[in-house]
């Protein structure tokens, strides 16, 4: 079952300038689909609009054009209940976990007022109870060494697991997390994705995993599918191994050429992939076409201009006008390497 | 000694030194770093890393203090006793001599300065302006080694560029004045993928045309495995394993190693071949009186909790400090 599905989805931001509204259109076309259940992870670079994507389908802003549903549910016409529950059953992990928790307020209170805000029924020794649990569902034990800490009292770890277990306390269904691993200790890291995977393999809750960092995608998505974002745009959609392993638009094929592995023979032997420029243009001077037609080695006169659309397979979606000629890329070669 | 190596590090211990407690940063540290070639500094932050790398630039912060030993290194008159240079010889021997790229160096850029400006500055005080016309060539050609347009970056401020950029006029910045030596203290760290390799690319090319030395700290096993020649692995202070990267990375000897390397996600890795270091990284202020790593390694013994392993050559230019490697001699 889908739990949600995202239809021609675009967001345009208005800007201010001294003298003059600029509008920049952040998002593209996005077509979406989440299967109940599973881990998705959201790629790209930093400005392809991924957390705008992730803040669109969290609620946290509505979108300019486009239609997503929620089990099945259009969510531009729900009313105002709809839209409190359609909150609570969408929650979003942020990035930095110091500015999202209230330096001022002990971990229990940040706890306290969004389980008592949805749950106005509970009584105080409740809700305390349902404190504890999930402190200790996200490895906080005992959870009491906790509850009166201050954030800064706490380490980049925990405060992500603060973070994740107040997400939690609100019984949602599908989950954004947005880089929750990028401001954090690199050896705490693989610990609060192996967290994540619990609660998807234990709860059933459907993941959303936002990231820049292509290592850690197998690693947390496993079979599942992927998404890549390039300024503004879905523009390679599939199973993780098809995408990773065999990917077919020009700028996935760069990045994950880009991605070091760790094992300098396999690292200094594998296929590079050039571009013709470096620099990530300004989205505001993005053209109508194919956003990567200035770097692309393949690009021709029509790339600019190309409505975008999805092609290549039903289960593997690339949008690319040239799929049919760009010359496959592995980053193992033939054979695997073990 | 000088031929071959660029610097040493001799049994060099790094406290912090504070009112009540003193924090041993980097403890007993001895290696030579090869001429040329890039040697990589790998660990966790925490590890001592840049700290024991800043001493080569004098520039070690209060209250960090070198208790004991000393880094040499060998510059064409012969060794220099870096702790001991002052005053004008240290200030021509920082960036002529040995250079570094910082740490988030983008936001080490002047706001208020041309890049021009910066450059020229530099240049200026260490008499390597000979004229207007030589010292604009010059740019031009550090320039063209960053792959980078001297017309649009010479009059930008930074605040012009971007990051990838602005790390690129930093690393210009840092082969100024030909220095023998460069220390890049996690290079890329902020900047997007392929920004990333393609600096690691440049600094490749330029290592081994210039026939400047590297020496790479970070902690991404990734950049390790693309760009290092040597690799010394650090945990708490101490290097845990010395070898080329060939070496390290396919024997996996030292179990801090191995758990490193197993412990990297990889794009080409399932779920299942990776596994985490267990325990919590290591407290500098309550260090274990054997090894280190000791209650984090699933081969600890008696003895290591007793005694801390030397680092040994356990095979010619493979350097380990475990006692599962070197005997039964301590």
């Given at each position: 079952?889908?739990?949600?599905?995202?239809?021609?989805?675009?967001?345009?931001?208005?800007?201010?300038?001294?003298?003059?509204?600029?509008?920049?259109?952040?998002?593209?076309?996005?077509?979406?689909?989440?299967?109940?259940?599973?881990?998705?992870?959201?790629?790209?670079?930093?400005?392809?609009?991924?957390?705008?994507?992730?803040?669109?389908?969290?609620?946290?802003?509505?979108?300019?054009?486009?239609?997503?549903?929620?089990?099945?549910?259009?969510?531009?016409?729900?009313?105002?209940?709809?839209?409190?529950?359609?909150?609570?059953?969408?929650?979003?992990?942020?990035?930095?976990?110091?500015?999202?928790?209230?330096?001022?307020?002990?971990?229990?209170?940040?706890?306290?007022?969004?389980?008592?805000?949805?749950?106005?029924?509970?009584?105080?020794?409740?809700?305390?109870?349902?404190?504890?649990?999930?402190?200790?569902?996200?490895?906080?034990?005992p959870a009491s060494l906790f509850l009166e800490k201050f954030p800064h009292q706490l380490s980049g770890g925990q405060r992500q697991r603060v973070l994740i277990a107040r997400v939690l306390s609100l019984e949602p269904k599908l989950i954004v997390a947005d880089e929750p691993i990028s401001m954090i200790d690199v050896s705490l890291r693989l610990s609060i994705l192996q967290l994540l995977i619990e609660?998807?393999?234990?709860?059933?809750?459907?993941?959303?995993?936002?990231?820049?960092?292509?290592?850690?995608?197998?690693?947390?998505?496993?079979?599942?599918?992927?998404?890549?974002?390039?300024?503004?745009?879905?523009?390679?959609?599939?199973?993780?191994?098809?995408?990773?392993?065999?990917?077919?638009?020009?700028?996935?094929?760069?990045?994950?050429?880009?991605?070091?592995?760790?094992?300098p023979v396999i690292e200094r032997n594998k296929p590079m992939i050039r571009l013709k420029s470096m620099e990530i243009p300004d989205i505001r001077h993005r053209c109508e076409g194919c956003g990567f037609t200035d770097r692309c080695l393949y690009a021709d006169d029509a790339c600019a201009a190309w409505k975008l659309e999805n092609t290549y397979t039903e289960e593997h979606i690339v949008r690319c006008k040239n799929v049919q000629a760009i010359p496959p890329y592995a980053v193992l070669g033939e054979e695997k390497h073990e | 000694m000088g031929q071959d190596f660029i610097a040493s590090f001799r049994n060099m211990t790094i406290d912090y030194v504070m009112k009540k407690t003193s924090l041993r940063a980097v403890n007993d540290l001895s290696l030579d770093i090869h001429r040329g070639g890039i040697t990589a500094f790998v660990g966790e932050s925490g590890s001592g890393k840049t700290t024991a790398v800043s001493a080569l630039l004098q520039g070690i912060s209060s209250p960090g203090k070198i208790v004991e030993g000393k880094v040499i290194y060998y510059g064409d008159e012969g060794e220099v006793d870096v702790a001991a240079l002052k005053g004008e010889a240290l200030r021509r021997y920082r960036w002529e001599q040995v250079s570094m790229v910082f740490q988030a160096s983008q936001s080490t850029l002047n706001p208020l300065m041309t890049i021009y400006d910066q450059f020229y500055e530099?240049?200026?005080?260490?008499?390597?302006?000979?004229?207007?016309?030589?010292?604009?060539?010059?740019?031009?050609?550090?320039?063209?080694?960053?792959?980078?347009?001297?017309?649009?970056?010479?009059?930008?401020?930074?605040?012009?560029?971007?990051?990838?950029?602005?790390?690129?006029?930093?690393?210009?910045?840092?082969?100024?004045?030909?220095?023998?030596?460069?220390?890049?203290?996690?290079?890329?760290?902020?900047?997007?993928?392929?920004?990333?390799?393609?600096?690691?690319?440049?600094?490749?090319?330029?290592?081994?045309?210039?026939?400047?030395?590297?020496?790479?700290?970070?902690?991404?096993?990734?950049?390790?495995?693309?760009?290092?020649?040597?690799?010394?692995?650090?945990?708490?202070?101490?290097i845990m394993e010395y070898a080329d990267v060939y070496t390290l990375f396919g024997k996996k000897l030292h179990p801090y190693t191995r758990g490193l390397i197993n412990s990297t996600p990889s794009i080409i890795r399932s779920a299942s071949e990776i596994s985490p270091i267990p325990g919590m990284p290591p407290d500098i202020r309550n260090l274990p009186e054997g090894c280190p790593f000791g209650p984090r390694c699933p081969s600890c013994s008696e003895r290591c909790r007793a005694e801390k392993p030397q680092l040994k050559e356990y095979a010619p230019g493979h350097w380990i400090a475990c006692h599962l490697y070197g005997g039964e001699e301590a």
């Open positions: 079952m889908k739990i949600l599905e995202i239809e021609k989805l675009n967001m345009v931001f208005t800007t201010r300038g001294l003298n003059s509204a600029e509008r920049v259109h952040v998002l593209r076309d996005i077509d979406l689909e989440i299967e109940q259940g599973e881990i998705m992870a959201l790629v790209g670079e930093s400005g392809c609009g991924k957390t705008t994507l992730g803040k669109i389908i969290t609620g946290l802003l509505d979108p300019t054009s486009g239609t997503i549903k929620f089990n099945g549910n259009d969510i531009a016409s729900r009313n105002k209940k709809q839209k409190r529950e359609y909150r609570k059953s969408v929650q979003f992990i942020q990035q930095d976990s110091y500015a999202a928790l209230n330096p001022v307020k002990k971990i229990y209170s940040s706890l306290y007022t969004p389980i008592k805000a949805n749950n106005r029924k509970l009584k105080r020794a409740q809700i305390d109870a349902l404190i504890v649990k999930y402190l200790e569902m996200v490895g906080l034990t609660l998807n393999q234990k709860l059933g809750l459907t993941i959303v995993y936002i990231t820049h960092d292509l290592s850690t995608v197998k690693y947390v998505v496993g079979e599942g599918r992927m998404a890549v974002m390039y300024l503004g745009e879905i523009v390679e959609y599939g199973k993780v191994k098809d995408v990773i392993l065999q990917p077919v638009h020009p700028y996935t094929q760069a990045l994950i050429s880009s991605v070091s592995i760790p094992d | 530099t240049a200026y005080y260490h008499g390597a302006v000979r004229s207007k016309e030589a010292f604009n060539k010059r740019l031009e050609e550090l320039f063209d080694m960053v792959k980078l347009d001297v017309n649009r970056v010479r009059k930008a401020y930074p605040h012009q560029m971007s990051g990838g950029m602005k790390q690129r006029v930093m690393i210009a910045f840092a082969l100024l004045l030909e220095p023998k030596l460069v220390i890049l203290d996690e290079p890329t760290t902020a900047l997007d993928v392929i920004t990333q390799k393609y600096i690691f690319n440049q600094l490749m090319e330029i290592n081994k045309r210039l026939n400047v030395t590297f020496l790479l700290l970070t902690h991404d096993i990734g950049i390790v495995a693309k760009a290092a020649d040597y690799v010394a692995v650090m945990y708490a202070g101490s």
